[in-house]
């Protein structure tokens, strides 16, 4: 049985369950009894593991950045660098389309690691882990389209592809119809960004 087929262990299981909470409540609404509750395990058990509601929050953004870094690098596996930015657009947003309406909770957790940052300085190492993941397969794909600046193009993609998929996530878009409007979007910013002056 492989990692990606085996059950959760223990803590995965609690911190998965703390991210559902998240996802659906907001950090306010992350609690023992609630993670306890979704996971369908003891409150003994989440207390024992993580002590405070500051650990267990704590603990849940850096799984939630964890998770997301790894959905990158899968995205990158998928959506190969490549001098064809429209079929690299494509395999975006192929990809959106299938993490926002398999996981949509954990990208809400994600968005709720960027704005308790703004308000708590000790999480902003995560929410720079979670940019650089995210911005490294734009600038694969970007260099590759020979363009002369791909980091600058890179950081303005990836922090327009944030505000993009929020308002997916807000106005509950999905299906082959946000796929559609993905590529389209993603390819026509690509486009534009691959020719972005050089520095």
Not at 46 to 61: I, P, Q
Not at 166 to 177: I, S, V, W
Request: glycine share 6%.
């Amino acid at each position: 049985m492989s990692a990606e087929t085996s059950p959760p262990d223990g803590a995965a299981r609690l911190l998965d369950a703390a991210l559902r909470v998240i996802g659906r409540k907001g950090l306010d609404g992350l609690t023992h009894r609630a993670v306890a509750a979704e996971a369908g395990m003891s409150l003994g058990a989440v207390t024992h593991r993580f002590g405070k509601r500051e650990g267990l929050a704590d603990a849940a953004l850096a799984h939630a950045v964890s998770r997301e870094v790894a959905r990158a690098a899968r995205l990158d596996a998928a959506a190969a660098p490549s001098p064809d930015l429209a079929a690299w657009a494509a395999a975006v947003a192929r990809h959106f389309r299938r993490e926002l309406s398999e996981d949509p909770d954990l990208h809400l957790a994600c968005y709720e690691a960027l704005l308790s940052a703004a308000r708590d300085p000790r999480r902003r190492p995560l929410v720079a882990e979670w940019a650089a993941a995210w911005e490294a397969g734009p600038r694969r794909a970007l260099t590759a389209a020979g363009a002369p600046s791909p980091a600058r193009a890179a950081a303005l993609m990836r922090d327009a592809m944030v505000g993009r998929i929020l308002r997916a996530l807000a106005q509950g878009e999905n299906g082959e119809a946000l796929e559609t409007a993905l590529a389209t979007e993603v390819h026509a910013l690509a486009l534009a960004l691959r020719d972005l002056p050089a520095d």
